[in-house]
C-alpha cells in the first residue's frame, strides 16, 4: 500500500507560477505510474499529465501541454508538478494518483488505486 500527500498549493495571480509535490509513503513508486488531476465544484476529475515512474516520461493534457511540467527526485520518492504561465482556469484542487496504468489508460482516472488529499490551485485575473 502506498500513501500520497500533496502539497504546493496557494494562490498566485495569473502569469504566476507554482510547484506541487506529490510524495509517497509505504513504498516506493517502482513501476508504477503517477498521474496529476484537478477537480472543481460540480464537475469531473480532470487528467492534467502523467509520469511513468521508472523511466520517467511523461505526457500532458493539451489544455496544460507547455505550461506544466512533470518530474520525479528518486531520492525522495516525489513526483512534482511544475505550473508556469498560470491562467484563472487552472483554479482547482489538484490530486495526485497512482497504480500501475497502461500508457493508453494515463488519462482515466478509474484506473488509478491511491490517491492523495489534494491541494487547493487559486489563480486570481
Known amino acids: 500500500q502506498v500513501q500520497l500527500t500533496e502539497s504546493g498549493g496557494g494562490l498566485v495571480q495569473a502569469g504566476g507560477s507554482l510547484r506541487l509535490s506529490c510524495a509517497a509513503s509505504?513504498?516506493?513508486?517502482?513501476?508504477?505510474?503517477v498521474g496529476w488531476f484537478r477537480q472543481v465544484p460540480g464537475k469531473e476529475r480532470e487528467f492534467v499529465g502523467a509520469?511513468?515512474?521508472?523511466?520517467?516520461?511523461?505526457a500532458y493534457s493539451d489544455s496544460v501541454k507547455g505550461r506544466f511540467t512533470i518530474s520525479r527526485d528518486r531520492t525522495k520518492n516525489t513526483v512534482f508538478l511544475e505550473m508556469i504561465d498560470l491562467k484563472p482556469e487552472d483554479t482547482a484542487v489538484y490530486y495526485c494518483?497512482?497504480?500501475?496504468?497502461?500508457?493508453?489508460?494515463?488519462?482515466?482516472?478509474?484506473?488509478?488505486?491511491?490517491w492523495g488529499q489534494g491541494t487547493e490551485v487559486t489563480i486570481s485575473s
Open positions: 509520469i511513468r515512474w521508472s523511466a520517467g516520461y511523461g
Open positions: 509505504g513504498r516506493t513508486f517502482g513501476d508504477y505510474t
Open positions: 494518483g497512482t497504480t500501475r496504468v497502461v500508457r493508453s489508460a494515463w488519462h482515466e482516472v478509474g484506473q488509478y488505486l491511491y
